[in-house]
């Protein structure tokens, strides 16, 4: 079967679709099927396209044996709602572009949801190949504009939900990210049955290891006892109460707080601590996927935050099982569905309110050693059983294969 991945976001970018999608497509690859990528030009989140594909409209590649296809798009730094729509429809339109003009053919065209304009290139594209749709629903993209206080006029609004609609009826398959999104799903297209792909983690790449002493020696080298956060600095990362917390424990001068990532919001979080004069908190540059274990390795205690808003309450951050895989035990701000399963795993400690002082005795309790060699093993086997993301892909290939049958 000629598979066609298509979606704005991929490797060598780092986040959970990017890494999710990734894996399946190795996944399609190990059953024999001919698999291409159609994405942008990589450049999340740093709103720059990387250095390496920079002034190019189109770039083609193989990752894995894997051929990757790349169109320009329109790109910002921007929190501003006309930037990201214009970066949302140049890609749908060069996408659609190179895509009729460069891959003659396919049986199939899995899509990422959002963008919802992609969904109109996952149409075109379909109908010029005569191929079956899978929409992957990543996100409720109507419900995260209401969340978000994004001003569109109710009569547009309307007419996204009508176009999700049409989405879902041209797809031979839907799949949500977690149990919530599937609700919304089944919500909004009653006749539709999703099918759950959740995210995971590769226990074999993400094992727990001893950092190295050079590590060390760069990042910690009073070898204090580290609570870090490895991932977007967005906007529904709620990372300044990680901030207000490091403030409560300004005077524990055993701890350290270590930030590793990028995202709109990381030179307002470092101005704050800046402004509280942190001197227990240090912001440090994003590192490639292939080397994020390594960079786990320093964290006593993993951190997975976000806000608290009603359609975050599904949220399954993919950093909770690379954190649990690792055998890092975890420290959950908010409740959600990902607080839950630590809570079946018994891998960590959850703190539902904003309270940077319940926060702060929580990191208190876990440092006992006791615990965090308990947490930390109970998070690893959990992920290794039900979270393994090779095998949640090779299902998710072998459901797509019986759909297609039928």
Not at 130 to 143: G, H, L, M, S
Request: glycine share 6%.
């Amino acid at each position: 079967m000629k598979v066609v991945i298509l979606t704005q976001y991929f490797y060598p970018e780092v986040g959970a679709a990017q890494n999710r999608l990734m894996a399946l497509a190795r996944a399609f690859k190990s059953r024999d099927h001919d698999i291409t990528v159609l994405t942008s030009l990589p450049n999340y989140p740093t709103g720059e396209i990387f250095r390496e594909y920079s002034h190019c409209y189109k770039a083609r590649e193989e990752i894995d044996g894997i051929p990757i296809l790349r169109s320009w798009l329109y790109v910002h730094k921007s929190r501003a709602t006309i930037p990201t729509v214009l970066s949302y429809l140049t890609f749908a339109a060069t996408c659609l572009d190179i895509g009729r003009r460069e891959i003659k053919k396919a049986d199939l065209v899995l899509w990422e949801f959002p963008p919802i304009f992609l969904g109109y290139t996952a149409m075109k594209l379909a109908h010029i190949w005569k191929a079956k749709i899978v929409t992957n629903i990543a996100d409720v993209w109507t419900r995260m504009i209401g969340e978000h206080k994004i001003f569109v006029p109710k009569a547009i609004l309307r007419q996204f939900e009508k176009y999700e609609s049409k989405l879902y009826r041209k797809s031979l398959m839907i799949t949500g990210q977690t149990e919530g999104i599937l609700r919304e799903i089944k919500k909004n297209a009653p006749w539709s049955e999703p099918i759950l792909w959740p995210n995971g983690a590769d226990p074999d790449h993400f094992c727990p290891r001893k950092p190295s002493q050079e590590l060390t020696e760069r990042y910690n080298p009073e070898n204090r006892f580290v609570i870090g956060y490895a991932g977007l600095h967005g906007r529904n990362h709620n990372l300044r109460l990680i901030l207000d917390t490091a403030d409560v424990l300004r005077d524990e001068n055993s701890l350290l707080f270590l930030f590793f990532g990028d995202g709109f919001e990381k030179e307002s979080l470092k101005a704050y601590a800046k402004k509280l004069k942190l001197t227990n908190v240090q912001f440090h540059d994003p590192v490639p996927y292939p080397d994020l274990p390594e960079i786990l390795s320093l964290f006593d205690t993993g951190i997975v935050i976000h806000r608290n808003l009603p359609g975050l309450k599904s949220a399954r951050s993919a950093k909770l099982f690379e954190l649990m895989a690792m055998g890092i035990p975890i420290l959950h701000c908010a409740e959600s569905e990902g607080a839950e399963i630590i809570r079946r795993a018994g891998a960590g400690e959850i703190v539902a309110d904003d309270d940077p002082r319940k926060v702060a005795e929580t990191i208190l309790r876990m440092k006992d050693s006791g615990y965090l060699s308990k947490s930390g093993k109970n998070g690893r086997s959990f992920v290794k059983d039900n979270f393994d993301r090779k095998r949640i892909s090779a299902e998710i290939v072998r459901k797509i294969e019986e759909a297609v049958r039928a």
